[in-house]
């Protein structure tokens, strides 16, 4: 009988007396893709993060890991430092659910492929630049060279995504472990994106433990599924027989049920109040120019909800950032209430951005995120108290967390964290770039009825930048399309 590459028996990670996450057993076959979804903060990233050695020092774990490495079997707990720096990048890749958190944001992605080529490999800069464009191309990426000598803020979230595999995949690793690899990404892209993915490591033999909430894409891909609620398993086996419609767990069925449907009842009244006319944008790089945006115009009224789609890298991030006064202009006018945006700083126009981790100041407490924000807005100390703790029960979160900090939450509580801080400035206008592309089904049909019912009691004016159709359709009144930088199509969801 073949050795697994992965054994896994009797995995428990605590955090005192609390259980956070437990895999009673997993044996994953070599060239296998293993799927692991559930709902955010149900111990999905946990579990990865201990088969790296990655998890805090105030976290204990329990049980057996075993590794079939090249050339022994490694307990992966309690393994040494210096095995585990071994074993990480070379044997044992993986795929960070945040990649502009994930990569160096002073260093350019040519650099930072190179550093993980060179840290397990003896190789000059000629070979090892061909050996890295050629990994950028093996994930389809068409201008590995751009890509090579660009920064991480300057390509697109696909194109990141793309990046964090070719890292992850540059050694051949025996597994490599993807967490949420498509989380913000369209749902073209995101397909794209995992079938390179599986695609790579089938072809350089590597197995992979792919952790989404995305169900079809796990379905499309994973020969062996695991169900996760509340850190425990409570379904595993073949993906045919979890998902299987006459032997489903309730819980499953919960999550295959949850994608919103229907449409906003009616378009509000009343004259536009909120203008933008012919914006444009264009980056330019010593003789190259990008035009991210072009002409871009739309009126919306108090109350409106505008969808704001189109494909990774069409310019739907760049026109938030003009909106909320983050990047300039080179052309058109944004218009609110009569009076212009554009040549005041800041705007006054909230965001929630896509990245929640790296919006977040690492440094203060979840507390203390939505205090600072009320405080600016006048609110005394007991009052900034109050109203915190409502905010984070308003957006789903436990109140046992506010005194924890960002990196301690999963990504679905840190993008929730970083709604109620929005929202804890009270705007008027409020761009949520990608605000609930990190949520599972079941937290993110709750947050869109949250948006919903705050916009029918305040009439706040929602963008809503989403690669995700029927939640656009379920939350916002119209939709523009962006491609290239341009308006391509716009329009009423009947």
Same mark, same amino acid.
Request: aromatic share 4%; proline share 4%; charged share 25%.
């Given at each position: 009988? +073949? ?14 007396? *609390? ?20 709902? =955010? ?49 070379? =044997? ?34 000629? $070979? ?21 000598? &660009? ?8 194109? *990141? ?22 989380? &913000? ?46 850190? %425990? ?20 069925? &919960? ?22 006319? %012919? ?64 040549? %005041? ?18 440094? #203060? $407490? ?8 009320? *405080? ?37 509580? *840190? ?20 605000? +609930? &592309? ?41 939709? #523009?399309?962006?491609?290239?930088? $341009? ?8």
């Amino acid at each position: 009988m +073949v050795k697994p590459v992965l054994h896994i028996q009797s995995l428990k990670i605590t955090r005192g007396e *609390r259980e956070l996450s437990a895999i009673p057993q997993l044996d994953l076959e070599k060239g296998k893709t293993y799927g692991i979804i559930g709902e =955010s903060g149900s111990g999905k990233s946990l579990f990865l993060l201990s088969l790296m050695g990655l998890l805090s020092k105030e976290l204990q774990v329990t049980g057996n890991i075993l590794f079939e490495s090249e050339s022994d079997t490694i307990s992966l707990l309690g393994a040494k430092p210096e095995v585990l720096r071994k074993l990480r990048g070379k =044997s044992l890749g993986m795929v960070f659910q945040e990649p502009l958190s994930a990569l160096n944001p002073q260093r350019k992605c040519g650099w930072q492929l190179m550093e993980a080529l060179t840290v397990h490999q003896k190789i000059n800069r000629v $070979n090892g630049k061909e050996q890295c464009l050629k990994a950028l191309a093996d994930v389809g990426i068409e201008h590995p060279e751009r890509i090579f000598d &660009a920064y991480p803020h300057q390509i697109s979230g696909g194109q *990141r995504q793309r990046v964090m595999i070719a890292m992850a995949t540059i050694h051949k690793p025996a597994l490599v472990l993807a967490d949420e690899p498509t989380t &913000a990404l369209d749902p073209e892209t995101a397909e794209k994106v995992l079938e390179i993915l599986v695609h790579v490591c089938r072809s350089i033999g590597s197995s992979l433990i792919l952790v989404s909430h995305d169900l079809p894409l796990v379905t499309k891909h994973c020969e062996h599924i695991t169900v996760m609620q509340h850190g %425990k398993v409570v379904v595993s086996g073949k993906a045919g027989e979890v998902l299987g419609k006459e032997q489903m767990h309730p819980y499953v069925k &919960a999550l295959m049920d949850a994608m919103p449907t229907g449409k906003r009842d009616a378009m509000p009244e009343g004259t536009e109040i909120f203008t933008a006319e %012919k914006l444009a944008k264009t980056y330019r790089k010593d003789k190259n120019e990008f035009k991210a945006l072009q002409n871009i115009s739309f009126k919306l009224k108090k109350g409106d909800a505008l969808a704001v789609i189109g494909f990774s890298g069409s310019g739907k991030t760049t026109l938030a950032k003009i909106l909320t006064g983050l990047e300039t202009a080179d052309e058109g006018s944004v218009i609110f209430n009569g009076e212009s945006l554009l040549d %005041k700083k800041p705007t006054g126009v909230q965001m929630v951005f896509q990245d929640p981790f790296s919006s977040l100041n690492s440094e #203060i $407490n979840n507390r203390e995120t939505l205090l600072e924000v009320l *405080r600016l807005k006048g609110a005394d100390n007991e009052t900034a108290h109050n109203k915190s703790a409502k905010l984070f029960k308003q957006v789903g979160l436990d109140e046992s967390l506010l005194n924890r900090f960002p990196h301690q939450l999963s990504g679905g509580q *840190r993008q929730r964290l970083c709604i109620a801080r929005a929202l804890a400035g009270s705007p008027q206008v409020l761009v949520l770039d990608e605000a +609930v &592309a990190a949520l599972d089904p079941l937290v993110q049909k709750q947050i869109l009825d949250l948006l919903k019912s705050i916009q029918e009691q305040t009439g706040v004016i929602y963008l809503f930048i989403t690669h995700n159709q029927a939640a656009a359709k379920y939350l916002c009144h119209r939709f #523009i399309k962006l491609e290239h930088g $341009n308006c391509v199509s716009e329009g009423k969801y009947n």
